[in-house]
């Protein structure tokens, strides 16, 4: 049964994943800020990997803060 509710979190990881680079490629910010959302994607991406459960944390923490326009800097 654990098995199960693993495939659910995966499925719902990679349809998040999916949307978040979505909005990240359509985002109307410098393409400095889309690289870097970008690489934070991709960390994200990796890390689910090996731990599912953290990822869809980071996941989600990621995708809060495109919906309140928390986004990085070119600078950074």
Avoid: C, N, W
């Amino acid at each position: 049964m654990e098995h199960d509710g693993q495939l659910e979190l995966y499925a719902a990881v990679a349809d998040r994943l999916k949307e978040a680079h979505s909005r990240v490629r359509s985002s109307q910010v410098p393409e400095g800020v889309r690289m870097a959302l970008t690489r934070k994607l991709l960390v994200i991406t990796a890390a689910a990997k090996h731990d599912l459960a953290g990822a869809a944390r980071r996941l989600e923490s990621f995708m809060t803060d495109l919906d309140e326009g928390r986004i990085p800097g070119e600078d950074r």
